[in-house]
């Protein structure tokens, strides 16, 4: 498994968040996917994937979460995975990691 070690360039995030309405329930992601031959779209990006469920977790991970910080001062990691700030402090800070990671 890799882990981030730093903020990726501004040209590799995309910061188009969806307004998210809790009461959608388990198809909220539906009207952002799309059918094409190869595949499901992301139409927010256009990235396609090969599998439905792919690309939903692509539109709930990318777009619907914003960015996570690391919280240490003068730290600018971010990430969108909340499993991965654990990780971050624990390698990067040397903070312990909690007793139970919901990954």
């Known amino acids: 498994m890799i882990?981030?070690?730093s903020t990726p360039?501004?040209?590799?995030?995309?910061?188009?968040?969806i307004v998210s309405n809790d009461k959608e329930g388990w198809c909220r992601n539906k009207?952002?996917?799309e059918t094409v031959p190869n595949g499901y779209r992301c139409t927010?990006?256009?990235k396609v994937y090969g599998r439905y469920n792919s690309v939903?977790?692509?539109v709930t991970i990318y777009h619907r979460n914003p960015?996570?910080?690391?919280g240490v001062e003068g730290c600018p990691f971010t990430t969108r995975e909340a499993r991965y700030i654990h990780f971050h402090k624990y390698y990067r800070h040397g903070i312990k990691l909690p007793e139970s990671i919901d990954l």
């Open 56 to 58: 939903s977790y692509h």
């Open 31 to 33: 009207k952002y996917i």
């Open 9 to 17: 360039p501004e040209s590799e995030t995309n910061d188009q968040l």
């Open 3 to 5: 882990f981030p070690s």
């Open 44 to 46: 927010v990006c256009r």
């Open 67 to 70: 960015p996570i910080r690391c």
